[in-house]
C-alpha cells in the first residue's frame, strides 16, 4: 500500500495523515473485493523493515491499526469479511495483539472476502521460521530431509491455508517486491499502477483486475492450442 508518505508530502501534511487516508482506502478497498467476489485479499500493513521508521510514525500506524480493528468490527461482521493475519504478530503491541485475536476470532466463521492483514511481515523472515518448524520435526524424528518438497515447506509458512495471490497490485509505481510474500507469488501476475495508496479507488481495482483477466497464465507450461 506504497504512497500514503508522498500523498501527504504533496499537500504539506505529515507523513502520518498520508496513512490515516491510506486506512480509510483500506475500508473502500475491502468493501469493494467483496462486492467484486475476490476470495481473498491480503494487505501488507507493516513490515519487518517498517520497525526502523521513527517511533512516531510506528505508534501513529499502531495506533491506525488498532483504531481499524476495534471500529471494522461491525462492517467485517456486516459484510461477511473473515479476518486473518500473517507475520511476527508477537512483535506487535500486546493491545494490538489482543484486538486482532478479538477480531480474528469474532469472523472467524464468515464465509465472504478472506483479509489477511501482514503484520510485522517479512518473506525472508517467514521463511526462515519456516525452515527452523521443520528443523525442530526433523531434530525431534517428526519428519525426515528426504520428506522435504514443495507442499511440505509450504505447509510451514504462515499461509499453508491459504491460495497462492493470483495478482499482485503494487501501488505508487514502485517496481520491487520490498519482501513480500517472496515464497507465494512465483506464479502471481503483477500489476502496477502510478495511484498512491490514498487516492487508490474501486475503479483502480476493477482496471487492475480487467488487465489480469487478459493475461494468459502458463504457470512455466507451453500455452495450449
Ligand atoms: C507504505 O507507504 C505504507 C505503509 C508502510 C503503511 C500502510 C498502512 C496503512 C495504509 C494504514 C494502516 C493499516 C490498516 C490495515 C488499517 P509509505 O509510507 O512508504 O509511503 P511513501 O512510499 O510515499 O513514502
Given amino acids: 500500500m506504497d504512497g500514503n508518505g508522498r500523498w501527504a508530502r504533496e ?10 487516508e491510506g486506512a480509510l ?16 485479499l491480503t494487505l501488507f500493513a507493516f ?33 461477511n469479511i473473515r479476518l486473518r493475519a500473517i507475520g511476527r504478530i508477537a512483535d506487535l503491541p500486546a493491545s494490538c495483539q489482543e484486538q486482532l485475536a478479538q477480531s480474528i476470532e469474532l469472523t472467524r466463521h464468515n464465509s465472504g472476502l478472506t483479509l489477511v492483514l501482514a503484520l510485522s511481515y517479512g518473506g525472508r523472515e517467514e521463511i526462515v521460521d519456516a525452515t527452523r518448524r521443520l528443523m525442530q520435526k526433523a531434530a525431534s524424528g517428526q519428519c525426515s530431509p528426504a520428506e522435504l518438497n514443495n507442499a511440505l515447506f509450504a505447509q510451514h509458512l504462515d499461509t499453508a491455508d491459504l491460495p497462492d495471490p493470483d495478482l499482485l497490485i503494487r501501488s505508487s509505481g514502485e517496481l520491487r517486491l520490498s519482501n ?33 483477466s487478459q493475461r494468459q497464465r502458463r504457470f512455466g507450461a507451453v500455452p495450449e492450442g
Fill in 11 to 20: 499537500r504539506g501534511l505529515p507523513r502520518t495523515e498520508g496513512h490515516r
Fill in 25 to 40: 482506502a483500506v475500508q473502500r478497498i475491502c468493501a469493494a473485493c467483496g462486492e467484486q467476489g475476490v476470495d481473498f
Fill in 47 to 79: 513490515s519487518s523493515e517498517n520497525w526502523s521508521r521513527p517511533q512516531t510514525e510506528v505508534k501513529a500506524l499502531m495506533a491506525l491499526l488498532e483504531e481499524f480493528l476495534v471500529g471494522q468490527r461491525e462492517e467485517l461482521m456486516q459484510r
Fill in 180 to 212: 513480500f510474500l517472496l515464497w507465494q507469488l512465483s506464479y502471481t501476475e503483477f500489476y502496477i499502477s502510478p495511484v498512491l495508496w490514498p487516492d487508490f479507488e474501486e475503479s483502480h481495482l476493477r482496471e487492475a483486475i480487467a488487465a489480469y
